[in-house]
């Protein structure tokens, strides 16, 4: 049996994400955590398990504008609670092991605001182009038709 802790509602597919842990005859949800204690004491009290207002180390987030990207290899943690960047992974080939944090990443980007008046002013293309935008404008169309909607959209739309 997989125990699964659900970490955050906040996330749009949040419903989903319970529903086919609930579904699958070899999950099981056994803790709830979320940054709005108010909102993850009811789901927990929903889905009859714990609610845990504080995790450990390596954990969820207290934010919902960090980036975290979980794989069958490893997982990526981008912002946090002190702005870093974090990696596990499978394929370090046992060097290192649990979260390390990466000592060379390359420069941030400028802000899309600062690439956009740099090209206004310079004629210096933005990193981010129209169709970066157009379809980070239609993701975020999905995501709040799919949170109106309580069920998956598909893109295109």
Not at 93 to 120: H, T, Y
């Amino acid at each position: 049996m997989v125990n699964v802790a659900l970490l955050s509602f906040w996330h749009v597919r949040a419903k989903d994400y319970a529903r086919a842990v609930q579904n699958h005859p070899g999950a099981r949800i056994t803790v709830v955590w979320d940054e709005d204690e108010a909102r993850g004491k009811a789901w927990a009290e929903q889905l009859g398990v714990p609610f845990r207002a504080r995790l450990g180390a390596g954990g969820a987030t207290n934010s919902p504008f960090t980036l975290e990207v979980y794989g069958t290899e490893g997982a990526l943690v981008v912002g946090g609670p002190d702005g870093g960047v974090w990696l596990n992974s499978r394929r370090s080939g046992g060097a290192v092991s649990g979260w390390v944090r990466p000592q060379k990443l390359p420069p941030d980007d400028p802000s899309p605001m600062e690439q956009w008046i740099r090209a206004i002013e310079t004629g210096t293309p933005p990193l981010i182009s129209l169709q970066d935008g157009r379809d980070q404008t239609e993701l975020m169309e999905a995501a709040a038709r799919s949170t109106a909607l309580d069920r998956p959209v598909d893109l295109p739309l």
